[in-house]
T-cell receptor, first 115, second 116 residues
Framework: GAGVSQSPSNKVTEKGKDVELRCDPISGHTALYWYRQSLGQGLEFLIY????????KSGLPSDRFSAERTGGSVSTLTIQRTQQEDSAVYLC?????????????FGPGTRLLVL | AQTVTQSQPEMSVQEAETVTLSCTYD???????LFWYKQPPSRQMILVIR??????QNATENRFSVNFQKAAKSFSLKISDSQLGDTAMYFC?????????????FGAGTTVTVRA
């Protein structure tokens, strides 16, 4: 595809439910990143993938959050037992290479609202 | 840890005029990269401009230019000849030039409104 795509665009869920957010990176990009954009918290890093491996999960806010990447392409961010404080925009980015060799290109994000 | 500070929550500018957004950062690293990203209402984060810390020359991209002051740890963005399409939130971001670094650290953002 031409750019990073994310689905769904918007998600409303009830507290306690599980949600899955999907990211399709730019074809050929080996590095993939998840960020969270919350009111009052700005943009925070969640997790990074190089291929299918996630060498750094330190940004995940709790063990209710998990992510996987398959085939070196699509990634899914799963939030279990959602809480109201999980409400945010979840942004995915990909780059051709890790670190500064690769500019990060962002998707349009998934806006999650937990009622 | 790196911190990025954008002290202007909101800025307003008349179409065709110039606006400057400020950004300061704190780091102990000597080699790093700085970015300005634009996020319009569509939520898509778009890279506007990037600056390598080892380069003294300020980066420019068409109507966008930066004033990079390494000693002062300052990285401001100037938008010249502002257009209505420039209305967006602008984020300053930092990445260290380390073999194990890949995270972007973002400032809180500045909302820019261009008035017709």
């Amino acid at each position: 595809g031409a750019g990073v795509s994310q689905s769904p665009s918007n998600k409303v869920t009830e507290k306690g439910k599980d949600v899955e957010l999907r990211c399709d990176p730019i074809s050929g990009h080996t590095a993939l990143y998840w960020y969270r954009q919350s009111l009052g918290q700005g943009l925070e890093f969640l997790i990074y993938f190089q291929g299918n491996s996630a060498p750094d999960k330190s940004g995940l806010p709790s063990d209710r959050f998990s992510a996987e990447r398959t085939g070196g392409s699509v990634s899914t961010l799963t939030i279990q037992r959602t809480q109201q404080e999980d409400s945010a925009v979840y942004l995915c980015a990909s780059s051709l290479a890790r670190g500064i060799q690769g500019t990060q290109y962002f998707g349009p994000g998934t806006r999650l609202l937990v009622l | 840890a790196q911190t990025v500070t954008q002290s202007q929550p909101e800025m307003s500018v008349q179409e065709a005029e110039t606006v400057t957004l400020s950004c300061t950062y704190d780091t102990s690293e000597n080699n790093y990269y700085l970015f300005w990203y634009k996020q319009p209402p569509s939520r898509q984060m778009i890279l506007v401009i990037r600056q390598e810390a080892y380069k003294q020359q300020n980066a420019t991209e068409n109507r966008f230019s930066v004033n990079f002051q390494k000693a002062a740890k300052s990285f401001s963005l100037k938008i010249s000849d502002s257009q209505l399409g420039d209305t967006a939130m602008y984020f300053c971001a930092f990445m260290a030039d380390l073999s194990n670094d890949y995270k972007l650290s973002f400032g809180a953002g500045t909302t820019v409104t261009v008035r017709a």
